[in-house]
Every structure is written in structure tokens, then in C-alpha cells.
């Protein structure tokens, strides 16, 4: 880093979550180039006040009100000067906030698009980890990405896999499509997640615990078992469309159980780049956070020849019905991946809670896709009612099973 750079402020949506707690993992190392600004969560106010004692944020924000006040008691007990807001009003504040200039947005689920569109709109470096805002409001985040000047950087290892080996290394370079780019198409891995061996028979009756046991990569419940029905493979299709401006018929899913190659890039003149690491999310998180410098992780380095073999294979659609679901939400368009990832987040909570079994979790998906209409997503309003409504049809399908 030159000696001139000044400190960036960074504000953290989903601190205390896998890709949070990564994140600030990296910014520690880095004290000289990034202070925290802002962190906020949900509701676990003890794992926030843990994390505002250690980074002194000028801001730590809550969802949840009770949590806010417990959090508010503990750090004034402990003398921490870090002022403690609540709701989602405040998540906005902090992530559009002039004195920010950068903002993770990791909170999981539909929840993030609002604090995510905030930063967005107040033209921030923003690193997305939070992929369902861009499923369900694919043109209307990539406009306001354009509109204000935001800078969108991916985090999902995929994402930022194929941003590194795109042609330029730039988030504008392919304005006008891949094709114009010299890109024939895109290969998005994927590991299989816990079960690309389990007996068919078997799935019926695995349980959330078997679901969130990732072979590869250690992360959140929900992220957890879209892993286990390659349903967040199909999430990383819709979210590569509009990351990149591809078709989803130039995205195509290889299953790669090691997890070693994070995507590739295949050319017209039959070169194919790949990107390849350690499955830790810190490295992403780093590269994204200094692109285009490049700055320490912390990740161990890669042992390829304790790797030794990478393995690739085709999707079984039997095995992972989801996968099959959001290629068609993804052809189909308009409002047709809000619906989907609306349906998924209330069937994987159901799943977690044990109200449904795992293979009841694209059962419900295909109900609510059959009898909610799509339309053209043209205004935020009308994506926020489509998730609800797609929400209501989800909750009514599960309690008729
Ligand atoms: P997580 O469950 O570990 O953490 C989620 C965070 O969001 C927590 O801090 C939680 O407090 C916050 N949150 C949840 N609901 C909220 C609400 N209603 N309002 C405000 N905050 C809320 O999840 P994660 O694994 O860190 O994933 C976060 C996002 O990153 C997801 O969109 C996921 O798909 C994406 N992602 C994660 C990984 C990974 O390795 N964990 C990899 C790629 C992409
Ligand atoms: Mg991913």
C-alpha cells in the first residue's frame, strides 16, 4: 500500500454471521488501510458487543429491539463509546452513511436488499455476499449499481472466481454482453454439498444437523442447505446473469467435490481460466475488499500436491430437483427467481424447524412457482409484494401437507 492511502470506513451488514466474522477476520490484519464504521446483525446483541469491544465501531445496529437494549446496557457497562441503534431503518442509515465508504452486505435472505439498495444508492463500494437481493431484484439492483456509480464487487467464491479471470479484471467490462467480450461461457462449480452420494431413498429422512455438515465450506444454516439442494447453485446462476450479463444458457454447473477450482471462464479461442484456492472465504473477502490491489488473508496456501486430483461431473436433476427449478426460474425471467427464492427461504426455515422433510423443499418451491403468476418486476414495490405474497402461498403450502 502507498503511504499516502487513507483509511477506509467499512460498514459490515450481518457482522455476526460466517461471512461477517471473515470479514472482520481480514480487516484486523489491516489496520493501517480499513477502520470499522458500522456492524450490525439480527439479534445476538452478546456475539455484537464481543465484536464491538474488539473493533470499536462508531455504530453497532440491531434488528431486533429487546437485543438493542441489551446491547446498549452491556457496552455502556463495559465503557465502550460505540452508539447502539435498532431496526431496519438504521440498517439503511449505516450503510449509506457519508462517512462509509465501503460496505459488506452479508445479512442472509430477502432481508438484505434494502440496506444493500441503500449502499448501492449512495454510490458505495459495496462487496455482496447477499445474493438473494440480487435474485429477486436482478434489474432493479444492477440499474441503481449503474445510476449512482456504486462499485459491486462478488464475494460468493464463485462470483469473485470468474470476476478474476473475465478479460480486464474490470466490474464494467462486460456492459455489453459476453459474447462481445470473447467469452464463450461461464463454468460455475460446484461441490455437491453433503449428500451428492447419499442413496436417493435416503433423503427423504436426512436431517437440518446432516444438511448444514458441509464437506468443504464452513457457513451459515440457510446458505447451508441451499448447499445440500444445489438450489444456491441456481441462486449463483440467476445472481452470474446479472453480475456479468450473461444468459443463462451460457452458465453451465459442473460439480467439482473438492471445491478447489472456485469457476472458470472459457474463451472463444478454447482457452479456459480458472481460479483456484483453499475453500476460505477470507480469500474473496480479501481480494474483493483491496481489488484491484491484492492484500494478505490469511488463508493457508494451496497444497496441490496434497490435492493431488480434481474431479468434475454433470448435475443429477433427479438427485437435485432444485438445481432444475431455478435454471427454469432463471429462463422464464420477470418475477419468476423472486417467487423462487421467496419459496425457498420459507421451505428451508420449515426444514430447519423439522415442520418438513428435506425432499418437501422443492415440493414447495414448484407449488408456490405453479400458482403464483409472474410480471415484470419494473418497481421495488412490486418485488417487495411478490415476495410476500410468494411468501403467504409458501406458508399455506406447507401447512396443507
Ligand atoms: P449467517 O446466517 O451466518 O449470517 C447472517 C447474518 O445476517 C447474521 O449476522 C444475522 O444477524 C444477519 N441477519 C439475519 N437476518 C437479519 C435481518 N432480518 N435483519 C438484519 N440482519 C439479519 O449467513 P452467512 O453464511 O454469513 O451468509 C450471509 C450471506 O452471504 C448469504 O446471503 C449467503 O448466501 C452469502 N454467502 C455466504 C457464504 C459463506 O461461506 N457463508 C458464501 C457465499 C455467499
Ligand atoms: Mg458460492
Not at 434494502?114 to 438473494?132: D, F, M, Q, Y
Not at 456492459?175 to 447419499?198: D, E
Request: net charge negative; aromatic share 4%; glycine share 4%.
Amino acid at each position: 500500500m502507498s503511504p499516502n492511502t487513507t483509511v477506509q470506513s467499512v460498514t459490515i451488514l450481518g457482522a455476526t454471521g460466517s461471512i461477517g466474522v471473515s470479514t472482520l477476520d481480514v480487516l484486523a490484519r489491516h489496520p493501517d488501510r480499513y477502520s470499522v464504521f458500522a456492524l450490525t446483525a439480527d439479534r445476538r446483541w452478546q456475539v455484537l458487543a464481543t465484536q464491538c469491544l474488539q473493533h470499536n465501531p462508531r455504530y453497532a445496529v440491531l434488528n431486533d429491539e429487546s437485543s438493542a437494549l441489551l446491547l446498549a446496557q452491556e457496552l455502556s457497562r463495559q465503557g465502550c463509546k460505540t452508539e447502539v441503534l435498532q431496526g431496519a431503518d438504521a440498517l439503511a442509515q449505516v450503510a449509506a452513511h457519508n462517512d462509509v465508504q465501503v460496505v459488506m452486505a452479508a445479512i442472509v435472505g430477502a432481508a438484505g436488499l434494502l440496506p444493500t439498495l441503500a449502499a448501492v444508492e449512495a454510490g458505495k463500494k459495496v462487496l455482496l455476499a447477499n445474493k438473494e437481493a440480487l435474485v429477486m431484484a436482478g434489474g432493479l439492483f444492477t440499474k441503481a449499481v449503474k445510476d449512482h456509480d456504486a462499485i459491486l464487487l462478488p464475494i460468493d467464491s464463485e462470483h469473485n472466481a470468474i470476476f478474476q479471470c473475465l478479460p480486464n479484471h474490470r466490474p464494467d467490462c462486460l456492459v455489453q454482453g459476453l459474447q462481445s467480450s470473447g467469452v464463450r461461457k461461464i463454468l460455475l462449480t460446484a461441490s455437491g454439498g453433503p449428500f451428492r452420494n447419499t442413496p436417493l431413498a435416503d433423503l427423504r429422512s436426512v436431517t437440518p444437523e446432516q444438511a448444514c455438515a458441509h464437506p468443504n465450506w464452513s457457513m451459515g444454516q440457510k446458505i447451508s442447505v441451499d448447499s445440500a439442494t444445489m438450489l444456491n447453485k441456481g441462486l449463483e446462476l440467476i445472481e452470474a446473469c446479472w453480475l456479468f450479463n450473461a444468459r443463462p444458457d451460457q452458465v453451465q454447473v459442473v460439480i467439482h467435490p473438492q471445491s478447489v477450482i472456485h469457476s472458470m471462464v472459457e474463451y472463444v479461442d478454447g482457452s479456459v481460466l480458472a481460479q483456484l484456492g483453499n475453500p476460505d472465504m477470507r480469500t474473496p473477502i480479501a481480494h474483493a475488499l483491496a481489488w484491484p490491489e491484492r492484500i494478505v488473508s490469511g488463508v493457508a496456501s494451496l497444497d496441490i500436491i496434497a490435492t493431488a486430483r480434481l474431479d468434475f461431473s454433470a448435475p443429477d436433476y433427479e438427485r437435485f430437483p432444485c438445481l432444475k427449478l431455478a435454471q427454469q426460474a432463471a429462463a422464464r425471467a420477470a418475477t419468476a427467481p423472486t417467487i423462487l427464492n421467496a419459496a425457498n427461504e420459507i421451505a428451508v426455515a420449515a426444514f430447519l424447524q423439522r415442520k418438513i422433510r428435506f425432499d418437501q423443499i422443492s415440493q414447495v418451491i414448484t407449488s408456490v412457482l405453479d400458482k403464483q403468476e409472474v410480471s415484470e418486476p419494473d418497481s421495488l414495490e412490486l418485488v417487495i409484494a411478490t415476495d410476500l405474497k410468494a411468501r403467504q402461498i409458501a406458508h399455506s403450502v406447507i401447512a396443507a401437507f
